[in-house]
T-cell receptor
Framework: AQSVAQPEDQVNVAEGNPLTVKCTYS??????LFWYVQYPNRGLQFLLK??????LVKGSYGFEAEFNKSQTSFHLKKPSALVSDSALYFC?????????????FGAGTRLFVKA | GAGVSQSPSNKVTEKGKDVELRCDPI?????LYWYRQSLGQGLEFLIY????????KSGLPSDRFSAERTGGSVSTLTIQRTQQEDSAVYLC????????????FGSGTQLSVL
């Protein structure tokens, strides 16, 4: 069975500082991994995905994430946080080897960026 | 519009009543998903449909919940005999046919059971 863990309910950073939002996953096969963001009063939006190849994936709004197979992690990062990055972030996993479409999300991490 | 459309945007119902929530996916998307987001909680997988395959219903929390997808397009999520704990935002998403594709989400239906 697939599962995703986001160990932090909330992450607080100062504007201009680097940010990391953690995600670990569990699948029986190999994963497709995704990050989505939910801004206040707006729908969920796709940020980036890992499919195969380069472990460092770059996405929208300057975000990036690094796939680490040995640690089964896919942490979201940004070198310099903006106040406008404050939102709810979700990590998601799909099992590539089963060929199915079932996509499981984590509990979400709320990011607060202080000016 | 070209996005995922959900209706109604808000639904208030009395405990014990049945409700139907509707989702119109993006045209041409073969996969359709339902999730539930409770206040302050993550996204709970409910069900997904892919093409003509049997749906994966493994996330439905009880037999009061059911969903169908007609003609490979529009989907309806039905909750029978609603309970207060069913109050949540119900989100629909669709995606193209490849398993490495991202999901496109609708704005959700806020369900309140009084």
């Amino acid at each position: 069975a697939q599962s995703v863990a986001q160990p932090e309910d909330q992450v607080n950073v100062a504007e201009g500082n680097p940010l990391t939002v953690k995600c670990t996953y569990s699948v029986s096969g190999n994963p497709y991994l995704f990050w989505y963001v939910q801004y206040p009063n707006r729908g969920l939006q796709f940020l980036l995905k890992y499919i195969t190849g380069d472990n460092l994936v770059k996405g929208s709004y300057g975000f990036e994430a690094e796939f680490n197979k040995s640690q089964t992690s896919f942490h979201l990062k940004k070198p310099s946080a903006l106040v406008s990055d404050s939102a709810l972030y979700f990590c998601a996993v799909r099992d590539r080897d089963t060929g199915g479409f079932k996509t499981i999300f984590g509990a979400g991490t709320r990011l607060f960026v202080k000016a | 519009g070209a996005g995922v459309s959900q209706s109604p945007s808000n639904k208030v119902t009395e405990k014990g009543k049945d409700v139907e929530l509707r989702c119109d996916p993006i045209s041409g998307h073969t996969a359709l998903y339902w999730y539930r987001q409770s206040l302050g909680q993550g996204l709970e997988f409910l069900i997904y449909f892919q093409g003509n395959s049997a749906p994966d219903k493994s996330g439905l929390p009880s037999d009061r919940f059911s969903a169908e997808r007609t003609g490979g397009s529009v989907s309806t999520l039905t909750i029978q005999r609603t309970q207060q704990e069913d109050s949540a935002v119900y989100l629909c998403a669709s995606s193209p046919s490849a398993t490495n594709e991202k999901l496109f989400f609708g704005s959700g239906t806020q369900l309140s059971v009084l």
